[in-house]
């Protein structure tokens, strides 16, 4: 890889500096917005550290405005009053969580199974309230990562001593905590952690990934833990059974990025080929034309209990998991397979089951992110496209600007 200061932006939202020797990329890279995007919601952080909101209803206080309800929706995007310090977050469901340069961390929306961490323990007939103000996480500090999948319902934070904390719904399997977490209060149908908790042994971790009931965290040295739900090979350490502590996943020692979806996950080696593991919805196409051994057909599904190569997959840079999955390439390309009926791969059509690796229709891509049947596309000129099914804004089967647009209103 080339380490001059012109190639920085290729490394944009990389999970690890392998692939972005460069000292400058951390400049370059904070001249550009980020998406973070969910089932729902999303949001663009702005390079000045001010926050755009978006969501397709309000009900929980989505839009971080203070209110329940009021505006019903925001498909332009409202300013998120009195934060100019952001440099990261994560979003899924309703709920919010954003990283500020101090390494705290503010938290809004809804809050049903404690995913705000804010330590709000409900009496036993109620759960908790929805939160329509960004408030600060009690006991956050040093944050580096946040992390949370797109339907929500938990989340994740790595600190800057490589340790990570966890609390919201414990999936099937647990936190990665290794016992059982008490319901509490009892009449809830579920259990749940009110306030971060660390999770044993897992150290020395570069990068973490929230999937729908499973979790990954990219090691300094490579290799990859996982947890939690494993019935399509989330975890993929060819045991179809669920794990309550982190596992490694084997066959893996030289990983530079993470991605986890709702029921697989994608790897990014330090040769620039890709790994997918888990289950291959929607005819096999997850799994961009493989022919491995390692896929497994049931009558409905296909998936794979243990990692498998991407053929004609080469020189990524980024990942990210979606109904869509998507590749950046170095040369600022893009490549997308899996469902396409929402439109999201940016093909300007929506074939439901399009064969192998697509190029959708952009280039100079810097960065990229996925929401549920959407896909972001960031450009190097700090513009961000979308393609795919946007409830209130209708459908974009061709890559469409929605950043910058006009001038973010306020209600």
């Not at 460069?22 to 663009?44: C, F, H, N, W």
């Not at 938990?154 to 319901?183: E, H, Q, R």
């Amino acid at each position: 890889m080339l380490a001059a200061r012109g190639f920085s932006w290729f490394c944009l939202f990389l999970l690890s500096a392998a692939l972005c020797p460069s000292l400058d990329a951390a400049a370059e890279t904070s001249r550009l917005p980020k998406v973070l995007a969910g089932q729902s919601v999303m949001m663009i952080i702005q390079p000045s550290g001010s926050v755009l909101v978006f969501a397709h209803e309000n009900k929980s206080g989505q839009l971080g405005q203070g209110t329940l309800g009021v505006p019903e929706f925001s498909d332009d995007g409202l300013l998120l009053p009195g934060v100019t310090d952001a440099v990261d977050g994560a979003v899924g469901g309703g709920s919010f969580l954003l990283l500020r340069a101090d390494g705290t961390v503010l938290a809004w929306g809804d809050n049903h199974s404690g995913q705000l961490g804010l330590g709000i323990v409900p009496s036993a007939w109620e759960y908790p309230k929805p939160v329509p103000r960004p408030t600060r996480v009690p006991g956050l500090a040093h944050v580096r990562q946040l992390a949370m999948p797109e339907e929500g319902g938990y989340a994740m934070a790595l600190l800057d001593n490589g340790t990570v904390l966890t609390w919201g719904a414990s999936f099937s399997d647990g936190f990665g905590l290794g016992m059982p977490i008490p319901k509490n209060p009892e009449s809830h149908n579920g259990a749940y952690l009110w306030r971060p908790q660390a999770i044993p042994g897992l150290a020395g971790v570069k990068a973490i990934s929230a999937g729908g009931g499973f979790a990954l965290a990219l090691l300094e040295n490579g290799t990859i833990k996982a947890w939690g739900r494993n019935k399509d090979g989330e975890i993929g350490d060819e045991v179809i059974s669920g794990s309550t502590v982190p596992v490694t996943v084997p066959g893996i020692d030289s990983a530079v990025a993470i991605s986890a979806g709702l029921d697989y996950a994608l790897a990014i080696m330090r040769d620039g080929t890709v790994r997918v593991w888990g289950s291959g919805a929607f005819e096999g196409v997850h799994f961009a034309g493989s022919r491995s051994p390692s896929i497994h057909t049931d009558t409905d599904a296909h998936w794979t209990a243990k990692p498998v190569a991407i053929p004609g997959l080469r020189n990524a840079v980024a990942i990210a998991t979606g109904t869509s999955a998507l590749a950046l390439l170095a040369d600022g390309t893009v490549r997308a397979w899996g469902w396409n009926g929402g439109a999201s791969m940016g093909l300007g059509n929506q074939l439901e089951y399009p064969k192998g690796l697509q190029t959708p229709h952009v280039s100079s891509v810097a960065a990229i992110a996925t929401g549920y049947n959407r896909s972001y596309f960031i450009l190097r000129d700090g513009s961000i496209l979308a393609a795919g099914s946007h409830p209130k804004s209708g459908l974009f089967r061709s890559p469409t600007r929605i950043f910058p647009k006009n001038a973010a209103k306020n209600p």
